[in-house]
């Protein structure tokens, strides 16, 4: 089962929701989808990423990132994932001009 990559705006990262969450999918038991080394080849990162989101230690990554561990886990990424917008380019919106009389 393949999931639809969607196209996020520039400067969205991906928080993990919980590494529990994670944790009841992945892991060495025969009732896990896979192991933290097979899904680490899956999505194309260092099994240390994987091992840090896990464990809580790292809880962002690129939505790209999200999309893949969710695509090899069979879930939809909402459930893993939240979406955040960096705040800098929340601040870089169109403001209006002042102008001095």
Not at 70 to 94: C, R, W, Y
């Amino acid at each position: 089962m393949t999931t639809p990559y969607r196209r996020w705006p520039k400067g969205t990262w991906m928080r993990l929701k919980s590494p529990g969450i994670l944790r009841a999918f992945v892991g060495p038991e025969d009732d896990k989808k896979m192991s933290a080394r097979k899904l680490a080849r899956y999505v194309d990162v260092h099994p240390s990423f994987i091992d840090h989101l896990l464990a809580g230690r790292r809880r962002s990554c690129e939505p790209k990132t999200a999309n893949r561990i969710s695509e090899a886990l069979a879930v939809p990424v909402e459930i893993l994932f939240d979406v955040q917008v960096s705040t800098t380019k929340q601040q870089n919106s169109p403001r209006r001009a002042v102008h001095a009389a």
